[in-house]
């Protein structure tokens, strides 16, 4: 893993050890006044679909994340505060957690019971005093009273190590469960060092900073105690505060920084600006526009820096960690996205993993990064084009061809069953079996051509040829082998065995079989089938099952929406965006995996980096795909996404363009679009067929699709309603 080296967190003191040196560089570090107005979020109040809410505030850089449930608790990994009512009504109901209906991961939730409710709102926000990989978080707790009749409200916020599982361990936490805390003032202290701040008007216990000694991960001896009589619709606020990590600097200094106000406004400015960047999305579905910036916040918050360069990650909390398999979604979907420094960024960390032979290897015999290196580089390159950008790449893609072809030259010479692809392998992951693995042959045949497309936009033709020529003898040897393997599909393994991992991949993204190939149809609808619903229906076309047929997938299935999509079945990969976006938590993102039943996911929380980057591209390409020799236009659009879907700032590899779907009468749509030097192709929803266009040098193919010369920005047609019976009527 590459790792950052932590500045001001250290234990042992380090730099800010003096607590008046400290409270000065947090002062010239952190107390900046704001310099615009920052208007306060609104949350997004969604249901929760798994079993135990939980969300993630970070920043893009930090080491940790703050894990924000389950139940009323937030925490960075070596202390958490717990909050509960103290109420003779009963037990207080917690809701889910929620972020801002901007996407902004600021994030709320409520305790209520039947005479009192509490509002909780959290922002989290990188401190240069604190270190460049720490975080502050502030939390304001407003208390209402709700019953006619005057009462005391009692709330308790009680410092642990970290929530009730399922809650993350951090790599780097305090390797003790003994905890000697004490109340310093209204800051608490774990084992030396400071750990919260409380608002200065309750009641700390056990009073007079004697130190006690507790065990274990649960609830320690420290709480504080917010008490207040209050009448029908009157509130009390209270505030605390945390450092990500604990620290020695004084609490005194970090207190002046934590104000909430503060802390809220620097969180929801320094988000905006992030999603600001990205390309925005607007549909007449407003919670595919939800969940488009929710997978960008986690995308992004799903990153380390490493000696200066950005290092993407698996997720917030357990996946802090780098694996080719995920690091090339997240490159492409970044890409796509219109965040095209992270991307670049990225992927240019990618090469760090290339061994002295020319494999690029983040895991032990998985030897698909290989090729899913190379698509990243091209992905980075080519969204939108960088001759220079591709240039950088050359040094690194000409040894890993080497290493490819290497690989499947010594499978020709030792009279292998299955000659010319690359040798047996384990990756102990996912395909659980040790076998030649078809994804692994699908990733070459797709990073081969990347490196040629690189290649020819760097200028070098002989390497783009070289390539190429690779790319049509691996496309050969693996024909041969689909053809002796005695699979009616496309099998995980040449010999049969493994579960369906990187054999998805074979029709998008690496495209080795044409997306109208029989084998992906038959493909598709034997996974497809072992879901409850596949089951129970014998067709569905939503989330697939790894494993157990009953434990879902977020992101395995994503690859067969997308053939779905390029193969003319954009209701398939319609049902799977629905699909993926209802089995999402209540901010929007997606665990890896979860119990169909009951939306239980053990210890491998949300959000999934790699789920997030399988839903942008998936809605990206619905609007706007640039994979075939042209542009193309809702490939995925229905006829509601026609009544007013906009894309802007969309990189293309044939240049960033916006793109807009309406529809200015019910039998006339209109598609505009940045004109480009590419033909253009616009698909007609499914319901309908295009009986005339006035636009010239458009034509009418099929009823199904527009065709524009290149250099055209837009294209009218009128529509007629498809006679029962015609595909795609209805859908």
Same mark, same amino acid.
């Given at each position: 893993?590459? +790792? ?13 050890? $003096? /607590?008046?040196?400290?409270?000065? %560089? ?17 949350? %997004? ?20 994340? #703050? ?40 994030? =709320? ?10 509002? #909780? ?17 502030? !939390? ?14 009692? %709330? ?5 190590? +970290?929530?009730?599982? /399922? ?29 919260? &701040? ?26 504080? !105690? ?33 104000? =909430? ?18 390309? /925005? ?11 488009? +910036? ?8 799903? =990153? ?10 698996g997720n917030p909390f357990q996946y802090r960690d780098v694996w080719l398999r995920d690091a090339a979604r997240s490159v492409r979907a970044l890409a796509v996205a219109g965040l095209t420094d992270l991307a670049r960024g990225d992927a240019w960390t990618l090469r760090r993993f ?22 990243? #580089? ?13 240039? $950088? ?5 000409? +040894? ?11 499978? @020709? ?82 010999? &049969? ?40 229906? &014998? ?9 157990? @047929? ?43 995996l979860f119990a169909w039943r009951d939306g239980a996911f053990g210890a491998n929380l949300p959000p999934h980096a790699t789920a997030a980057a399988g839903l942008v591209d998936l809605v990206r390409n619905m609007v706007v795909a640039d994979d075939r020799d042209t542009l193309e236009?809702a490939l995925g659009a229905d006829r509601a996404w026609w009544r007013g879907t906009r894309l802007e700032r969309a990189p293309t590899r044939f240049g960033t363009i916006d793109v807009t779907l309406e529809a200015p009468a019910s039998d006339m749509r209109r598609a505009r679009w ?14 309908? $067929? ?5 636009? /010239? ?15 055209? &920005? ?10 029962? *019976?015609?595909? *795609?009527?209805?859908?």
């Open positions: 893993m590459l +790792r950052c080296a932590a500045l001001a967190h250290d234990r042992s003191g380090g730099p800010l050890r $003096r /607590p008046l040196l400290a409270a000065l %560089l947090l002062t010239l570090a952190c107390d900046r006044a704001p310099r615009t107005v920052v208007a306060p979020g609104e949350p %997004l109040v969604l249901p929760e679909h798994y079993a135990r809410s939980i969300a993630a505030l970070g920043m893009p850089g930090a080491h940790r994340a #703050f894990q924000v449930g389950h139940d009323s608790v937030i925490g960075g990994g070596d202390a958490a505060i717990a909050w509960r009512l103290i109420d003779d009504a009963g037990a207080a109901r917690v809701s889910p957690v929620w972020f801002e209906r901007d996407g902004v991961p600021v994030a =709320h939730w409520s305790m209520a019971t039947a005479r009192e409710s509490v509002a #909780f709102e959290a922002a989290a926000v990188p401190c240069a005093a604190l270190g460049d990989t720490s975080l502050l978080v502030s !939390i304001e707790a407003i208390v209402t009273w709700r019953d006619a009749v005057p009462g005391a409200s009692t %709330l308790e916020a009680r410092l642990a190590t +970290r929530a009730d599982p /399922p809650a993350v361990i951090p790599w780097d936490a305090e390797d003790t469960d003994r905890h000697e805390e004490r109340w310093n003032g209204r800051f608490a202290y774990r084992n030396g060092l400071l750990v919260a &701040g409380v608002d200065p008007t309750l009641t700390l216990t056990p009073a007079g900073g004697a130190a006690t000694l507790t065990r274990g991960a649960g609830p320690g001896a420290l709480a504080a !105690i917010g008490r207040a009589t209050l009448a029908r619709g009157e509130t009390r606020r209270w505030h605390y505060w945390m450092p990500v990590y604990p620290t020695r600097v004084a609490g005194v200094g970090i207190e002046r920084l934590a104000g =909430h106000a503060r802390v809220a406004h620097d969180a929801r400015a320094a988000w905006r600006d992030w999603l600001a960047h990205a390309a /925005p999305l607007a549909t007449p579905d407003s919670l595919v526009n939800a969940a488009w +910036r929710a997978a960008l916040v986690t995308l992004i918050v799903s =990153h380390e820096k490493d000696a200066g360069d950005w290092v993407p990650l290339q061994l002295p032979n020319g494999a690029l290897l983040s895991q032990k015999s998985q030897l698909d990064g290989t090729g899913e290196a190379l698509w990243a #580089f091209a992905q980075a390159a080519m969204l939108p084009p960088s001759r220079e950008w591709a240039i $950088r790449t050359l040094p690194t893609v000409r +040894r890993a061809l080497d290493w490819l072809e290497v690989q499947r030259e010594l499978t @020709a010479r030792i009279d292998m069953r299955f000659p010319g692809v690359l040798p047996y392998a384990d990756p102990h992951d996912n395909e659980l079996v040790r076998a030649e693995l078809v994804g692994d042959d699908a990733w070459a045949i797709g990073g081969a051509a990347a490196a040629a497309r690189l290649a020819r936009l760097a200028g070098d033709d002989a390497l783009a040829s070289r390539a190429l020529d690779a790319v049509v003898a691996h496309r050969r040897a693996f024909a041969a082998a689909l053809d002796h393997c005695g699979s009616p599909d496309v099998p995980p393994s040449w010999q &049969g065995v493994g579960r369906d991992w990187g054999n998805l991949t074979v029709g998008y993204p690496t495209r080795v079989l044409a997306p109208d190939d029989p084998r992906l149809e038959r493909l598709a609808r034997r996974v497809r089938a072992r879901t409850p619903r596949g089951a129970a229906t &014998g067709t569905g076309a939503g989330l697939v099952s790894y494993g157990p @047929a009953d434990t879902l997938h977020s992101y395995l299935g994503t690859d067969l929406a997308q053939w779905s999509l390029f193969a003319g079945r954009p209701a398939e990969a319609r049902a799977y965006l629905a699909d993926l976006i209802a089995h999402g938590s209540s901010t929007l993102g997606q665990a890896e236009l940045t004109p480009v030097e590419a033909p253009v192709r616009v698909r007609v929803a499914d319901g309908e $067929r295009a009986i005339q266009t006035p636009t /010239p040098g458009a034509r009418i193919v099929d009823g199904r699709w527009i065709e524009c010369p290149p250099r055209v &920005g837009a294209v009218e047609f009128r529509v007629a309603a498809d006679p029962p *019976g015609a595909r *795609g009527a209805g859908s």
